[in-house]
Nanobody, 123 residues
Framework: QVQLVESGGGLVQVGGSLRLSCAVSGSTFSSYVMGWFRQAPGKEREFVGIINWSGGSTYYADSVKGRFTISRDNAKNTAYLQMNSLKLEDTAVYYC????????????????WGQGTQVTVSS
């Protein structure tokens, strides 16, 4: 059973930074592409970004490009989402997800999901 556990969420002021972690257990971490999604109150869950198996390629939604960075440490079975220059509109529950195929931008492309971690950006 593959399990994903996010951590690192919290309350941060506009312009601040947070780093989310996604620890994966139960399978070979390096065999999965890792994606990040978020869901704001009253909105559908949306794609944030994705990193390939080795960490050599990433792809981001336009809304976070240049501010967010996804990385991974295959030795630690962990993916990360570094969020800088946070805005009020970044407030959401953030989810990590694992997929076997590259560049899946839709939720349906992912096999496993974490439980989510809340990020709240305040003014």
């Amino acid at each position: 059973q593959v399990q994903l556990v996010e951590s690192g969420g919290g309350l941060v002021q506009v312009g601040g930074s947070l780093r989310l972690s996604c620890a994966v257990s139960g399978s070979t971490f390096s065999s999965y592409v890792m994606g990040w999604f978020r869901q704001a109150p009253g909105k559908e869950r949306e794609f944030v970004g994705i990193i390939n198996w080795s960490g050599g390629s990433t792809y981001y939604a336009d809304s976070v490009k240049g501010r967010f960075t996804i990385s991974r440490d295959n030795a630690k079975n962990t993916a990360y989402l570094q969020m800088n220059s946070l805005k009020l509109e970044d407030t959401a529950v953030y989810y990590c997800a694992a997929a076997r195929l590259w560049l899946k931008l839709l939720e349906s492309g992912y096999d496993y999901w974490g439980q989510g971690t809340q990020v709240t950006v305040s003014s």
